[in-house]
């Protein structure tokens, strides 16, 4: 079931006391049940965020993003007192570590390509790049030139997929409306996904997204509790997990950083903050809650 849409200026904080830290309060019961799990048993805990557009402010080129100011002094208090702190993308496990600085926060878990890569403790691990990703990587100019792609479309290589971008044309919109229904064809032909997202259509393998990769880390962690906070259409497999989660009797919470380009991210989410900024404030809280004897 979706919860119940919140926005920004209705999230509701808990009372100021000289012991506690301002901390939102979720819409929902689960999702606060989830946060009251997290912060009573900290250590058996799994909090995850992506990264872009939750982490860091989306900008026209992703490899122009930078983690906001606050997010790696964040994710590093929480390093502290939390069982695991991850990092799921769907950027190349790297590149989200080179672009955030994240290698500065002790013991955190990146995964990349949506589980097809991971980077810990310095070491990154990764599947083989699947033959169809090769085969769309290939087709794809001859795609998109005759379906008339307008000019400031640009293909990303992800090397476990490949990514196309219209944000920076005159009408991104129009432009993915364009290209939708060819890059989804092409996607069928090849056995591949056709991921819509933030001015984006992604091709590539079918059951590789966040959710998966959540639910594969907590139960690697025996997590007793999980939070997830992310921005766009990708993240919300990751969401419908948490909710799976619950039912299997781990408590979760799921966060949106709120967006204008992707308002069904709010709509799916337990609780709603305003962008980077708001993830990088509850961060902030929820690490300030831990005390050294958790």
Known sequence: MTPDRVTPDRVTPDR????????????????QA??????ADPRHALIAADFDGTLAPIVARPGDARA??????????LAGGVGTVAVITGRPAADAVALGGLAAVPGLVVIGHYG???????????ADTPPAVEAARNALPGVLRTAGAPDGTWVEDKAHAVAVHTRGTADPEAALGRLRDPLGALADRLGLAAEPGRYVIE???PGAD???????LARERAARSVLFCGDDLGDLPAFAAVRALRADGIPGCTVASASAESPQVADAADLVVPGPDGIVALLEAIAGRLTPSR
């Open 210 to 216: 966040k959710g998966a990769a959540l639910t594969g």
């Open 116 to 126: 097809w890569q991971r980077w810990q403790d310095g070491q990154l691990t990764a």
């Open 16 to 31: 100021v006391t000289p012991d506690r830290v301002t901390l939102p309060r979720p819409a929902t019961a689960g999702g």
């Open 68 to 77: 906001h100011p606050g997010a790696v002094p964040a994710l590093t208090a």
């Open 34 to 39: 989830g946060l009251d799990a997290l912060l």
């Open 203 to 205: 091709l590539r393998p």
